[in-house]
C-alpha cells in the first residue's frame, strides 16, 4: 500500500510541476524551462529528448503526468494567467518569483555536484550579467512593435520552444517587447485556430532541434554548465521583479504569494527527497 501511495503522490507531484512548468512558459519574466531546472524535471526530460532508446525505460512514468500537466498549465491556464495579470501582474509574477527563490538551495546544492572549479565561478557570473543585460534591455529600453500574422506567431513558437530548452530564456518577456504577448495569449486563451497552428510546431521542433546540443553540453562540462544555469535564474529572477506598486494592499498580497510560492516549492522539493530516499510519502 506504501508503494501504491508513493505513486500516486509522485503521480499528482509531476501534474503539478508540469503544469507550473507551463504556466510559467506564459508569464511575462519566468522561464519554462527555469521551472523544469528547480523541480528536478529538466535533465531526464533532456536525456529522453536526446536518447530516447535509453532514457524511456528509465522515465516513461514521468510523461503522462507532466505532458498532461503542461498542456493544462500552457493552454488551459492561458485565460486564467490572462485573468490574473489583468487583475494584478505584480501579485502573479511575485507568486512565480516565491517557486524560484524556495528552490534556490537545492538549486545550489545540485550546481557543485561534481566540484566548483574556476571555470564554473566565472560561468555562473558571466551568465548571470549577460542574461541581466540582455533581459533588462528587452524588458526596458528596446522599442520595437511587430503586426501579429502567421510567421510572427511561428516566431512565438521558437521562442517558447527556446525557453524550455534553454533555462532562463523567458520567452514572453520578447514577446511583450514586440507587441505580441497579448494577441498570442488571447489567441490560446480562445484556442485560435492561426495562433494554435502556427506556434505549437515552431516550439516542437525547436525543443528536438536543441535539446542534444544542451545535453552534450551538460555531458562535457556539467559544473560550468549547470553554474551557468544557476547564475540565468538568478538574474532571470532579479529583472522580473516589480518595482512599482498600486498600494500597501498589492504589496501584502506579493508578499503572501511569494511566502506561497517559497512554501510550495519547499514542500515539492521535500516531497522529492521523500521519494528518492524511499520513505512515507
Known sequence: MGGRQNR????????LCGA?????????????????????????????LTHPKRAL?????WLPPLGLGWCAGFMGFARGIAAAIDFSSTVTTWLFIGLIVGTVPALYREAGKEGRSAASWVSLFLCAGSVFAGLFYVSRTACFS??????????????WGMGIVIPGMTSSSVMMALDLYQPVLEGLA??????????????LLTVFLLARLV?????RWYSVAFHGIFGIVLASTLVIIP????????IVLSALCCAGGC?????LARLDQRMKAGGPA
Open 215 to 219: 545535453t552534450w553540453c551538460f555531458r
Open 190 to 203: 480562445n484556442l485560435d485556430f492561426l495562433v494554435l497552428s502556427a506556434s505549437l510546431p515552431g516550439l
Open 57 to 61: 525505460p528509465k522515465y516513461w512514468r
Open 20 to 48: 507550473l512548468i507551463g504556466a510559467g512558459a506564459i508569464l511575462p519574466g519566468v522561464s519554462g524551462g527555469v521551472l523544469a531546472v528547480v523541480f528536478d524535471i529538466y535533465r531526464p526530460f533532456m536525456e529522453i
Open 243 to 250: 518595482t512599482s506598486y498600486r498600494g500597501a494592499g498589492e
Open 8 to 15: 500516486i503522490i509522485h503521480w499528482l507531484r509531476n501534474l
Open 263 to 267: 512554501a510550495l516549492a519547499y514542500f
Open 146 to 159: 511587430a503586426e501579429p500574422n502567421f510567421w510572427w506567431y511561428n516566431f512565438c513558437g521558437v521562442l
